[in-house]
């Protein structure tokens, strides 16, 4: 249910900590089964170890999962504990960028639970809002009635309402989160789309992320759109003439190849997308 539907009044979670496990868990099994690619499109025009690199990191990574301290993690603590992993594990600069990523993303997943967990007043019809510890009154009271919040109530029940309710407010966190991902390697790589790097993968993903939210598409669908953008991004890169890390000292000759970085980002969205709760079974993803 975290991807589809809540019963009326209910926030929605944009990630939940079972999903990104899942996620982490099929992100190192399609590192794991393309590790040979990954290194062979980095032995063309960089050292020849990203596949190795990230296997070995998110393999760490899965090692302490399961664990008593991981097992207790929200969605946000988990993936900024799964970030430092990346970054102590993964060498070269994958490592630090996919890290820091991770770290981002889970701050901006964490900060967004602090936030809907907070107890939130609908506004009355004239506009204003009710004083603290109460909300308005519902059918049946008269219009400036106001009703007593009980010390056991839920803040997240049908209490709630706005837009933070509901899959468009799921599409919405999860576009805070990955833009926040995007940037932290934008700004730690010092790199921009066009390079050939990961980013040729991760920008269109974002903005097609962006798009789908404004379009008010649910989660699955927003995610099948960024999955397809990312797609079409891998490719374009290979054209690219590097820009930034190893394969920028080849020049012109680092045309005519894929990104390694950019082919591992891919391999981490269609995870993504893959194990989204909520998506149908029978629907196909881009690229199968």
Not at 103 to 129: C, I, M, N, Y
Request: proline content about 7%; hydrophobic content about 40%; overall charge negative.
């Amino acid at each position: 249910m975290e991807c589809g539907s809540l019963p009326a009044g209910v926030r929605a979670r944009a990630m939940s900590a079972t999903w990104a496990r899942a996620w982490l868990r099929a992100s190192a099994a399609a590192v794991a089964e393309q590790r040979a690619w990954l290194t062979d499109l980095d032995a063309a025009i960089g050292d020849g170890d990203h596949g190795i690199n990230l296997d070995r990191g998110l393999r760490r990574v899965l090692e302490a999962l399961d664990g008593a301290e991981t097992l207790v993690l929200p969605t946000g603590d988990l993936l900024e504990w799964a970030g430092r992993v990346i970054m102590g594990s993964v060498g070269g600069a994958s490592g630090a960028l996919y890290g820091r990523a991770l770290q981002r993303a889970g701050g901006t997943l964490r900060a967004e639970a602090a936030a809907a967990a907070e107890p939130r007043d609908p506004p009355a019809p004239d506009g204003t809002s009710a004083p603290a510890g109460v909300q308005r009154a519902g059918p049946g009271h008269g219009p400036g009635d106001v009703v007593g919040r009980g010390p056991g109530d839920d803040p997240d029940g049908p209490s709630s309402s706005g837009p933070r309710n509901g899959a468009g407010d799921r599409v919405r966190v999860l576009v805070l989160a990955f833009d926040a991902a995007v940037e932290a390697i934008g700004a730690l790589g010092r790199a921009s789309p066009g390079d050939k790097t990961m980013l040729d993968v991760l920008v269109p993903a974002s903005l097609a992320l962006r798009r789908s939210m404004s379009e008010g598409d649910d989660v699955p669908a927003a995610l099948s759109q960024a999955l397809g953008a990312a797609a079409l991004g891998l490719e374009a890169t290979r054209p690219l003439v590097a820009r930034r890390g190893r394969a920028s000292y080849l020049g012109e000759r680092s045309a005519g190849h894929l990104d390694p970085g950019a082919a591992s980002s891919l391999l981490l969205v269609r995870a993504l997308v893959s194990t989204c709760p909520d998506l149908p079974r029978d629907r196909r993803l881009p690229g199968d």
